[in-house]
């Protein structure tokens, strides 16, 4: 299996608070990321959180981490129509001098009426 | 943000032929890059780290003699798909990390390339 998975798809309605759930396997990751991909568009960095950090919060978005359990939420508040694209879950992994950025399956976010 | 130019943006070519896709880090000296390939529906497959002035880092699978990542200065690096075949129709993305601030704890990304082998 891969190692950062989250669910395929998700439907919420507009107005309402959307949820997207990711876990991962390497406990030594030190960032974790939620990256965006409108249809057809390259990845926007939405936001990040080091891995000694358990809530961000920006604007509408939360990131909730539980390192325990190695469990990554991103929380959308009040979701718009502008919020449908595909979401990433990714962790970042110590290689030599660098980190390299390993990326779950990727959640499709879908906003009905 | 720091910028990363990728470029062509898309790009058609004959089977047979090679594709070469640049990665250009435009306001930052890029120590490390990736290149990761996507297909549809489906997530971003990292296919290679490469560093400034060395040999890149192929992930298991990946053909280092069909997809050549060349990374010789801190701004550029080169992904070329040699003897393309339609099965490496697909979108290709780098990203670069830096040093310094947030420069080696974010990548930047490039818009992509969609490489379409007819």
């Known amino acids: 299996g891969e190692d950062v998975e989250q669910s395929l798809f998700l439907s919420v309605r507009e107005g309402d608070s959307s949820v997207i759930n990711c876990t991962y396997t390497d406990s030594s990751s030190t960032y974790l990321y939620w990256y965006k991909q409108e249809p057809g568009a390259g990845l926007q960095l939405l936001t990040y959180i080091f891995s000694n950090m358990d809530m961000k919060q920006d604007q509408r978005l939360t990131v909730l981490l539980n390192k325990k359990d190695k469990h990554l939420s991103l929380r959308i508040a009040d979701t718009q129509t502008g919020d449908s694209a595909i979401y990433f879950c990714a962790e970042s992994r110590r290689y030599s001098s660098a980190s390299k950025i390993i990326f779950g399956s990727g959640t499709r976010l879908s906003i009905r009426p | 943000g720091a910028v990363v130019s990728q470029h062509p943006s898309r790009v058609i070519c004959k089977s047979g032929t090679s594709v070469k896709i640049e990665c250009r880090s435009l306001?930052?000296?890029?120590?490390?890059m990736f290149w990761y390939r996507q297909f549809p529906k489906q997530s971003l497959m990292l296919m290679a780290t490469s560093n400034e002035g060395s040999k890149a880092t192929y992930e298991q699978g990946v053909e280092k003699d069909k997809f050549l990542i060349n990374h010789a200065s801190l701004t550029l690096s080169t992904l070329t798909v040699t003897s393309a075949h339609p099965e490496d129709s697909s979108f290709y993305i780098c990203s670069a990390t830096g040093t310094g601030g947030t420069l080696n704890t974010e990548a930047f990304f490039g818009q992509g390339t969609r490489l379409t082998v007819v």
């Open positions: 306001d930052f000296q890029a120590t490390t």
